[in-house]
């Protein structure tokens, strides 16, 4: 009796199936279910798994169920694994702890970071078991989360812990730190000068949490580097704080990028109002929870002593909101063409999309690309063709 024919797959080089699999990995060309796409392509066969092993830990997906099986595997626990030529530890380059509240232990933490450290760009803290002296260690990170902490962390241990890495670009500071080993500011009977620290030659971006400590402000140090800063605000502390943060000689002359988060509904948001012309870089502010306050538009347009250089606006609603107000579509109109005479772009968020009008938008359209032609720092050309992006878009 004749065997049935075998059949046999086609080859294919492993540069192939590599570049398959950096496709079915990016997060921005197939889903959030990248990771399982890339379990699937192990399955294939024994070339497409171990090509498939380096973008698996590259960025691993870690919850509280898969936590300490992954810590093991990296041999964080003193379990050799001869089968593995290289140590699986130097593929991972972001590592996101932030779901984990009471997974592992500091020490086991530790050792995962001593496992990683070689390739580790993105890290992500967990909420309590983790301590900064592993991560310093770390010196390839470019983004550093401590957002998710929920213990009080010294403020003057931070810088301490990532002056060492030259390659941090964004630090996300801790919801609570203390002063501990800070002097006071403006006291007649203190001694103590303020201690010097540095801040690493990248940093580009900061993230503040209720910065309320008066202590904390006058011994902060505004890195020279830093563009961008995001400002979390709370029920708990004012925005005078905020002000306060932000009118340093440091912050006014540096800063191009400023996001401001709330959860408060108050007129409060009017007292940021200055800070639009007291920074003379601002190309971008965000107001996110606090963006629909009519005041915060009717004192700029009162007090504008010069024209700010504001390009891009973003605003926001209050999440139990969702709505414009009639009379901040007036103000809006009003604001750009007046104190805002260089704002090309103004983003509102997706959640306010049917209480804005075609006329609005088409409205608004107009006052934006006039402001970015009569402000002569654009192509004309450029702005005609679209190169140059203005009008209303959604985020």
């Known amino acids: 009796m004749a065997k049935a024919p075998q059949t046999k797959g086609a080859f294919l080089p492993t540069e ?3 570049t398959i699999l950096s496709f079915a990995s990016d997060e921005d060309t197939v889903n959030e279910n990248w990771q399982s796409t890339l379990f699937s392509c192990c399955l294939v066969c024994q070339q497409w798994y171990s090509a498939a092993i380096p973008f698996l830990y590259s960025k691993p997906v870690i919850s509280a169920r898969n936590y300490d099986s992954f810590a093991g595997t990296l041999d964080v626990r003193g379990k050799a694994r001869h089968n593995i030529q290289e140590p699986l530890g130097n593929f991972v380059k972001h590592l996101d702890l932030g779901g984990l509240a009471h997974s592992g232990s500091k020490s086991v933490t530790a050792r995962l970071l001593r496992a990683c450290k070689e390739e580790l760009e993105v890290f992500v803290a967990p909420a309590s078991t983790f301590s900064l002296t592993p991560m310093s260690k770390c010196l390839n990170l470019r983004i550093v989360d401590l957002s998710v902490l929920m213990t009080i962390v010294p403020f003057l241990s931070i810088p301490h812990a990532v002056r060492n890495l030259k390659h941090l670009e964004t630090l996300r500071f801790p919801p609570e730190m203390s002063h501990k080993g800070l002097p006071k500011v403006n006291d007649p009977h203190n001694e103590r000068s303020p ?10 971006r900061l ?14 140090i505004w890195p020279e580097t830093v563009t961008a800063v995001t400002i979390i605000e709370s029920n708990h502390y004012p925005f005078n704080t905020i002000l306060q943060t932000l009118s340093t000689d440091g912050a006014c002359h540096r800063l191009q990028r400023v996001r401001i988060l709330s959860s408060r509904q108050t007129d409060e948001v009017s007292t940021l109002a200055p800070l639009c012309f007291q920074m003379e870089k601002l190309k971008f502010l965000s107001l996110q929870g606090c ?10 347009i009162t007090m504008s002593p010069e024209m700010a ?3 891009i606006l973003e605003i926001s609603p209050l999440p139990l909101e969702h709505k414009l107000r009639v009379e901040l579509v007036r103000d809006l109109k009003a604001v750009c063409a007046v104190a805002f005479p260089r704002v ?8 306010c999309i049917d209480y804005v009008s075609e006329w609005f ?10 402001n970015a ?9 450029k702005l005609e063709n679209g190169r140059i992006q203005t009008g209303v878009y959604y985020f």
Not at 195 to 204: C, F, H, S
Not at 344 to 351: N, P
Not at 373 to 381: I, L, T
């Open 16 to 18: 192939i199936v590599i």
């Open 195 to 204: 201690p010097l620290y540095q801040w690493p030659p990248k940093l580009k």
């Open 207 to 220: 993230q503040l949490w209720r910065v309320h400590d008066s202590i904390i402000l006058g011994n902060f």
């Open 291 to 300: 963006g629909c306050d009519p005041g915060f538009y009717r004192r700029i």
């Open 309 to 311: 250089p504001l390009e």
């Open 344 to 351: 090309r772009l103004l983003g509102i968020a997706a959640s």
């Open 361 to 370: 938008e088409l409205e608004m359209d107009k006052v934006l690309m006039e």
């Open 373 to 381: 032609r009569n402000s002569g720092h654009y192509d004309k050309e």
